[in-house]
T-cell receptor
Framework: KQEVTQIPAALSVPEGENLVLNCSFT??????LQWFRQDPGKGLTSLLL?????REQTSGRLNASLDKSSGRSTLYIAASQPGDSATYLC??????????FGTGTSLTVIP | NAGVTQTPKFRILKIGQSMTLQCTQD?????MYWYRQDPGMGLKLIYY???????DKGEVPNGYNVSRSTTEDFPLRLELAAPSQTSVYFC???????????FGEGSRLTVL
């Protein structure tokens, strides 16, 4: 059974700080890995998608990296803002249209 | 710019009742998915579809049924609702099997 773990479960940082969120997975035979943002009571918004052949993807202040051999991905957020406060989830894609989700990291950016 | 649309957003059911959660996407995606999200748990796949007329079970299909008569629509039917089906349900779609997932806003279901 595939397992996806996100640590820490919650993180609180002052505004302006750079931060790293972690996602680890047990089976390295992945197709892709996707990072999402979820606001309270809302759906999941895609942030970055990394295909298995890629090492990283960047969008604005976000940078996601992928290391299949170690079963890890990180989401780097630069110069955090209060508007970044949300829960961040990673989803690991495998063959057979199977995506496995972590339980998320709840981020609070303090003004 | 609708993307993936789910209805209803909220619903309260009594034990034993049945209902259908609607999901429509306007991106012409072949792949569609139903997930449930419970507190402290990652999203679990209920059913998925790789195209009109083709559906398959996910990790937690018991108590649910789906159909896919068109590319756009992928309704999820709950038969004989039970308290264990209290959850938030998300519909998602993607263009390819390894493509980016797009989610709806969710349907919050309570079974009393």
């Amino acid at each position: 059974k595939q397992e996806v773990t996100q640590i820490p479960a919650a993180l609180s940082v002052p505004e302006g700080e750079n931060l790293v969120l972690n996602c680890s997975f047990t089976d390295s035979a992945i197709y892709n890995l996707q990072w999402f943002r979820q606001d309270p009571g809302k759906g999941l918004t895609s942030l970055l998608l990394i295909q298995s052949s890629q090492r990283e993807q960047t969008s604005g202040r976000l940078n996601a990296s992928l290391d299949k051999s170690s079963g890890r991905s990180t989401l780097y957020i630069a110069a955090s803002q209060p508007g970044d406060s949300a829960t961040y989830l990673c989803a690991v894609g495998y063959t057979g249209n199977q995506f496995y989700f972590g339980t998320g990291t709840s981020l609070t950016v303090i003004p | 710019n609708a993307g993936v649309t789910q209805t209803p957003k909220f619903r309260i059911l009594k034990i034993g009742q049945s209902m259908t959660l609607q999901c429509t996407q306007d991106m012409n995606h072949n792949y569609m998915y139903w997930y449930r999200q419970d507190p402290g748990m990652g999203l679990k796949l209920i059913y998925y579809s790789v195209g009109a007329g083709i559906t398959d079970k996910g990790e937690v299909p018991n108590g649910y049924n789906v159909s896919r008569s068109t590319t756009e629509d992928f309704p999820l039917r709950l038969e004989l609702a039970a308290p264990s089906q209290t959850s938030v349900y998300f519909c998602a779609s993607s263009q390819y099997s390894t493509g980016e997932l797009f989610f709806g806003e969710g349907s919050r279901l309570t079974v009393l």
